[in-house]
T-cell receptor
Framework: KNEVEQSPQNLTAQEGEFITINCSYS?????LHWLQQHPGGGIVSLFM???GKKKHGRLIATINIQEKHSSLHITASHPRDSAVYIC?????????FGTGTRLQVFP | EAQVTQNPRYLITVTGKKLTVTCSQN?????MSWYRQDPGLGLRQIYY???????DKGDVPEGYKVSRKEKRNFPLILESPSPNQTSLYFC???????????FGPGTRLTVT
């Protein structure tokens, strides 16, 4: 079993829909990161969480340390949100990654 | 402009021919790391460095070497590349794991 599990693996949505991507982990962590990778490969950091909730524009990330679970929400989704979203957890000095959620948003 | 640069961006080589992929950052970050990305496996950490002259193994270090002689540079060395090292490689830097991670553009390596 992977230490970091993401669900769903693939997600298709219509423009405007509310989207949720989940990340569960089985190890003690110091930080959790959400990353975005567009087709073409570049990786961008969206959030770093150690507790609570963060919001940036239409993106909201939450973490529940006791349940070892984090969610990434996208409100009013847009085709430009189409990308792979990756959850990564920081354990001691290392990062451990989930395998990603591929999101496609259609007009 | 704050950035992480990698060179080369694309490389095709043959088994056994030593190669180096360079990584440089201009943000004075202490933490630097190398990752490889493979279909179905996601990103996996190869090596990381907490500061100059301090490096440590990640989850898949076999077949790779690194050095951190200067704070800004963190080259990845493949002494004798093999086909199973064909992958997409990313370098990243940050002040530490509690901070935003900055990724380079990636290096696509093919070993024949």
């Amino acid at each position: 079993k992977n230490e970091v599990e993401q669900s769903p693996q693939n997600l298709t949505a219509q423009e405007g829909e509310f989207i949720t991507i989940n990340c569960s982990y089985s190890v003690g962590i110091s930080a959790l990161h959400w990353l975005q990778q567009h087709p073409g490969g570049g990786i961008v950091s969206l959030f770093m969480l150690s507790s609570g909730k963060k919001k940036h524009g239409r993106l909201i990330a939450t973490i529940n340390i006791q349940e070892k679970h984090s969610s990434l929400h996208i409100t009013a989704s847009h085709p430009r949100d189409s990308a792979v979203y990756i959850c990564a957890v920081g354990r001691t000095d290392k990062l451990i990654f989930g395998t990603g959620t591929r999101l496609q948003v259609f007009p | 402009e704050a950035q992480v640069t990698q060179n080369p961006r694309y490389l095709i080589t043959v088994t056994g021919k030593k190669l180096t992929v360079t990584c440089s950052q201009n943000m004075n970050h202490e933490y630097m790391s190398w990752y490889r990305q493979d279909p179905g496996l996601g990103l996996r950490q190869i090596y990381y460095s907490m500061n100059v002259e301090v490096t440590d193994k990640g989850d898949v270090p076999e077949g790779y070497k690194v050095s951190r002689k200067e704070k800004r540079n963190f080259p990845l060395i493949l002494e004798s590349p093999s086909p199973n090292q064909t992958s997409l490689y990313f370098c990243a830097s940050s002040p530490g794991l509690f901070y935003e991670q900055y990724f380079g553009p990636g290096t696509r390596l093919t070993v024949t």
